[in-house]
């Protein structure tokens, strides 16, 4: 019954923002690990972004460090990601992912993320 649903993503210029949604439903959403991955063409899924249940620690992979930021609303069930001073080598597909096993602390790897939203294009211009 878990479903992800992402949206959001868009084609802006280098230098420009967006802000991506994921909507959780089914079971108890504050209970999970959220974390939005991406995958370029040719390019492996990559982690972005996490952030726990309960005391709501984050954590960004170096490359968006500073610039993205993640948040999760848990009466709407949602998790978004705010992107900042977007750059070329952020186009991707991004990816909203699910982790139910009560971690205080982020995971990085794919394959601990149970549910995955089907994804959301972005796409930065130069």
């Known amino acids: 019954q878990v479903q992800l649903v992402e949206s959001g993503g868009g084609l802006v210029q280098a230098g420009g923002s967006l802000r991506l949604s994921c909507k959780f439903s089914?079971?108890?959403?504050?209970?999970?690990?959220m974390g939005w991955f991406r995958q370029a063409p040719g390019m492996e899924r990559e982690f972005v972004a996490g952030?726990?249940?309960?005391?709501?620690?984050?954590y960004y992979t170096d490359s968006v460090e500073g610039r993205f930021t993640i948040s999760r609303d848990n009466v709407k069930n949602t998790v978004y990601l705010q992107m900042n001073s977007l750059k070329p080598e952020d186009t991707a597909v991004y990816y909203c992912?699910?982790?139910?096993?009560?971690?205080?602390?982020?995971?990085?790897?794919?394959?601990?993320?149970?549910?995955w939203g089907q994804g959301t294009q972005v796409t930065v211009s130069s």
């Open positions: 992912a699910a982790d139910p096993s009560f971690r205080t602390t982020v995971p990085i790897t794919s394959h601990e993320y149970h549910y």
């Open positions: 089914g079971r108890t959403f504050s209970t999970y690990v």
């Open positions: 952030i726990t249940w309960g005391v709501s620690r984050t």
